[in-house]
């Protein structure tokens, strides 16, 4: 059972009664999830949440390593994290997840930023009680990117959920795919899928506690159980999760294009709880670009899927991530890229220049574009993007929608938010006397 607090498990001596922690998280929602776990096991030894980051006790940063710019902030975020600890002396610091665990990162760190205590990869979840305890009592800083993880270790983990109505669940770690830009494998490790019952029980218990949504997470969550040479697939999972009473809705990320099935169109199509709504990465609309980045489907075979997608569920709303500046992407791949674009019409799209990442295959090609002009691609992307954004919301005006109101609006205090069953957010003012 994931969420439950099983604080026997735990040390006696990390006890952190009276002792306050910080997370900072980037990232992806595996990263949200995995800050979640490191909250769970903290609070069950006694630590609460501190307002900020001078009334901390502990203070954890878990990063990500996709791109060059959240590592950047990281190294920005440690040097004004300096003076704290130069002010509180007994502030442990510890920087964990996607960014220690590239070869060679963490000693560098360690080097560079000496006053922090501990450094753990994404592997060492489950050992962060233990080794949190070692750096109180070490006086350099403790490294662990083993990637040693015993089968099963992230089971039964407690979970601080930072929403009391949406629930992240994993199904699926790490990544078999190796697209040559991405880092993901590298860190995160070969698949390795839950057991469909655990899943099922983590599910189970989450809606007796009154979560009504739930986000099944994966790098592809398509792959779901090819390790475990089980008969059950993603599908069949989606099936089982849709009969259980007391969910509302059911999420899921994310899909790869090669892997979705017409049994997964099918599970879509026929569940009721499963929200319509699908983010599939396509990257690049040139084949020639697609073949470079390993994606292993062609432009036809994702728009086929688009189409066969609108056909099943005409509700559905499409999401996609995109790059641009992939070494060797001429202005003719960049504009086939735009017409793909044209063509699926996304509800929305998350844009990225390309970042070369050590140790993948793209970071060793040379890149022949000049920071100008991939930002002039991403801005002629996404303006395309924000107004087939618009036009598909206008459409949307005056017609009635089911919401999940998540609580008062961000942008303005005075209003309420909530989220579309096909992920729109949207603001609105609520009756006197029915506010949450
Ligand atoms: N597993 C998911 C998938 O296959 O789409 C998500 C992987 S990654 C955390 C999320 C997105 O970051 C990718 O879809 C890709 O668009 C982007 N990304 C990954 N590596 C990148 C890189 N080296 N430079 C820029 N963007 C990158
Ligand atoms: Fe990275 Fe590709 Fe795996 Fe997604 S499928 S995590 S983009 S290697």
Not at 287 to 296: G, Q, Y
Request: aromatic share 6%.
């Amino acid at each position: 059972m994931q969420q439950e607090i099983l604080e026997k498990d735990l040390p006696a001596r990390l006890a952190g009664k009276g002792k306050r922690y910080l997370t900072i998280t980037f990232g992806c929602q595996a990263n949200e999830f995995d800050t979640e776990v490191l909250a769970g096991m903290l609070e069950s030894a006694g630590y609460s949440a501190a307002g900020g980051p001078d009334d901390a006790d502990l203070i954890i940063i878990n990063t990500c390593a996709v791109r060059r710019k959240p590592e950047e902030k990281v190294a920005g975020l440690l040097g004004r994290l300096k003076a704290l600890k130069e002010k509180n002396k007994d502030l442990v610091i510890a920087v964990g997840g996607c960014m220690p665990q590239q070869p060679g990162v963490a000693r560098d760190l360690a080097r560079r930023f000496r006053f922090v205590d501990l450094i753990f990869g994404t592997h060492a979840l489950p050992r962060f009680p233990q080794l949190l305890e070692r750096a109180r009592e070490s006086r350099r800083t403790l490294v662990d990117v083993d990637t040693d993880e015993e089968v099963g270790s992230r089971e039964g983990l407690p979970v601080r959920r930072s929403r009391d109505f949406h629930a992240w669940l994993p199904v699926i770690q790490g990544c078999n795919n190796f697209c040559s830009y991405c880092i993901v494998p590298y860190v995160r490790g070969r698949e390795r899928s839950r057991f469909f019952d655990e899943i099922i029980g983590d599910a189970r218990s989450l809606a007796a506690s009154g979560y009504m949504e739930i986000t099944l997470l994966g790098q592809n969550v398509n792959s779901y159980g090819n390790d475990l040479h089980e008969e059950r697939d993603f599908a069949d999972l989606l099936m089982e999760l849709d009969k259980m009473d007391g969910l509302s809705r059911i999420r899921f990320l994310t899909s790869h294009p090669k892997d979705l099935s017409p049994r997964l169109i099918e599970a879509m199509r026929r569940g009721e709880k499963i929200c319509e709504h699908l983010h599939l990465p396509v990257q690049a609309g040139s084949n020639r670009i697609l073949k470079l980045m390993n994606r292993r489907y062609s432009r036809e075979h994702y728009l086929e899927l688009v189409l066969a997608l609108k056909e099943a569920i005409p509700d559905i709303s499409l999401t996609t991530d995109l790059m641009v500046g992939f070494p060797g992407e001429t202005e003719e791949d960049f504009r086939q890229t735009l017409d793909l674009m044209e063509e699926a019409r996304f509800d929305q799209s998350f844009t990225f220049i390309y970042s070369p990442r050590p140790g993948t295959t793209a970071a060793k090609e040379k890149e022949l574009l000049s920071p100008g002009e991939k930002t002039e691609r991403l801005v002629i992307l996404t303006e395309m993007q924000n107004r087939i954004s618009l036009e598909i919301n206008k459409a949307l005006v005056g017609k009635k929608v089911e919401l999940l109101v998540e609580g008062s609006s961000k942008k303005n205090p005075e209003m309420q938010s909530g989220r579309t069953r096909t992920n729109k957010l949207v603001h609105f003012q609520c009756c006197r006397g029915s506010q949450r």
